[in-house]
C-alpha cells in the first residue's frame, strides 16, 4: 500500500523538474539532476520525461483542454 | 440459442450475450441497495457506461494474459470494485462540502451514508454468499479476491482519516514540505491503493503466478497516481473548486506551487491561506499556471508511464504493448 520508497518522492519530482525547465536541452541536464535523483537510471529516465513534455508543442499538451475550458464538465474522472 | 434453454443452464455456464463492459454494469446496478433510489442509480448508470467502456480493454487484456475464466463471479466482483470505486465520491463530497447532485443531495447525510453502508455490504457480502459452499480452487479464489477489495477499501478509508482531520490543509505555520510529503503518501494510500485493488482482483480470482500478480498491482497502483493527477488538475482548471475551500488543501498543482522556488510562491502561500471571502481565486490559479503547474502535472503522468513501461517489463511483448497504448489512450483522451 505503500509509495515505492526506492523511487523518486514528489518533491524529488519538483526539484528535478525545476531544475530541468531552465537547462533541459543542456549536455549536462543529467548531472544537473544529481542532488535530487540519487540513481542514474531515475535520473535518466525522469529527464527523458520532462524533455518529453516540455518539447511538446500547445497543440500537443496532454492538460491544454482544461486551460480552454473544453473539459469543464467530467472533471472528476476517478468515479 | 433458445431463451427459454439458455434459462435452463446453469447460471455460470450461460453463453455471453453481451459485451463484458455490459455485463459488468448490468451487474452493479441490479444491487438491491439501489431499488428505492432510481435517480441516483439513474446516474450510476450513466457513469458506469462511460467507465466500464473506458476499462473495458484493460480488463480484456488481463482477462486473456491470465488465461481468466470468465464467470459471472468474477464480473460481479469486477462490479462491486467499479461500486465502490463510485461510492466513494459522495463520501468525500460530503466530508468538503462540495457540490452533489440532486439524487444524492436530497438524500441528507444520514440517508447518504445508510445507503453507502449498504451497498458496501451488498458488494462484499453477496459475491462471498453466493459462493458454492462445495470446496474449489476457483471458490477459493473468488473469496480471496473479495477479501483483497475490502481490504484495499478499508486502506482507503483509513487514508481518508488524515483528510478529515486536516492533515493536509495548508496553514501558516505549517512546514509546507512535510504537507507534499504526506500527500504523496496519502495518494498512494488512497488512489494508488484503489486501482492497484482491481489488478489484485483480477490476480487473485484469475490465481495468476504471484511475479504477475506483482506486475499488475504495480502498474495498477502507478496508473491510480496518474488518474489522481488528473483528477487535481480538473480541481483547478476543470471546473473544480479545490482553491474556494477553506482551508485549502493541498493537491498535485498546490504542492508544486507552495514548494516551488519561482519568485511568486511566497505570493501564492499568502493567498492560499487567506480566507475565503478574501482570497482571489483568479489570481492564485494564474501563479499556478505562470509557474508551470500544468506542464508539471502531465510529467508526472509522463514519469508514471514510463514507470509502467518498467514494470510489465516481465510479460509478454503484445501484454506489455496493450496495456500501455490503453494507459496512452486512457490519458491523451483529454486533448
Known sequence: MSTDETMPSLLSLIRAFEISIDRFEAADAEKALAPVIQEEDQRRHVLQAIRRVLRRSDEERLLTGFVHGTEMVDFDVST | ?335
Open chain 2, 1 to 335: 440459442m433458445d431463451a427459454a434453454v439458455r434459462n435452463k443452464l446453469p447460471h455460470e455456464t450461460r453463453l455471453p450475450t453481451k459485451s463484458l463492459a455490459e455485463r459488468i454494469r448490468l451487474f452493479a446496478i441490479s444491487l438491491d441497495g439501489w431499488r428505492e433510489y432510481p435517480e441516483i442509480c439513474y446516474e450510476f448508470d450513466q457513469s458506469l457506461r462511460k467507465r466500464t467502456r473506458m476499462w473495458e480493454p484493460l480488463i480484456q487484456v488481463i482477462l486473456e494474459e491470465a488465461e481468466i475464466e470468465v464467470t459471472d463471479s468474477l464480473l460481479r466482483l469486477i462490479a462491486a470494485w467499479f461500486t465502490m470505486i463510485h461510492l466513494s465520491a459522495p463520501v468525500d463530497q460530503v466530508v468538503d462540502s462540495d457540490p452533489m447532485s440532486s439524487g444524492w443531495k436530497k438524500l441528507g447525510p444520514v440517508k447518504i451514508f445508510d445507503l453507502i453502508l449498504a451497498l458496501k455490504d451488498e458488494v462484499l457480502e453477496k459475491p462471498l454468499a453466493s459462493l458454492s459452499t462445495d470446496y474449489s480452487k476457483q471458490t477459493l479464489a473468488l473469496a480471496q479476491a473479495t477479501v483483497t477489495l475490502s481490504s484495499a477499501t478499508l486502506t482507503a478509508a483509513i487514508g481518508s482519516y488524515l483528510d478529515v482531520t486536516g492533515a493536509l490543509a495548508i496553514k501558516d505555520e505549517e512546514p509546507l514540505e512535510r504537507l507534499v510529503y504526506l500527500y504523496d503518501r496519502l495518494v498512494g494510500w488512497k488512489s494508488a491503493s484503489i486501482y492497484r485493488c482491481l489488478m489484485s482482483c483480477l490476480a487473485v480470482a484469475g490465481k495468476v503466478p504471484q511475479i504477475t500478480r506483482q506486475v499488475l498491482e504495480d502498474f495498477g497502483s502507478n496508473v491510480g497516481y496518474s488518474i489522481q493527477v488528473l483528477d487535481d488538475a480538473g480541481g483547478i482548471w476543470g471546473g473544480g473548486d479545490d482553491l474556494a475551500k477553506d482551508p485549502v488543501k493541498v493537491t498535485f498543482p498546490i504542492a508544486y506551487g507552495i514548494t516551488s522556488r519561482h519568485p511568486r510562491r511566497d505570493e501564492l502561500v499568502r493567498l492560499l491561506v487567506t480566507p475565503r471571502p478574501v482570497r482571489d481565486l483568479d489570481c492564485a490559479r494564474s501563479i499556478l499556471h505562470e509557474m508551470g503547474a500544468l506542464p508539471f502535472l502531465e510529467f508526472l503522468i509522463e514519469d508514471r508511464q514510463g514507470r509502467c513501461e518498467r514494470v510489465l517489463a516481465p510479460l509478454c511483448a503484445r501484454t506489455r504493448n496493450a496495456l500501455l497504448t490503453w494507459y496512452e489512450s486512457y490519458f491523451r483522451r483529454r486533448l
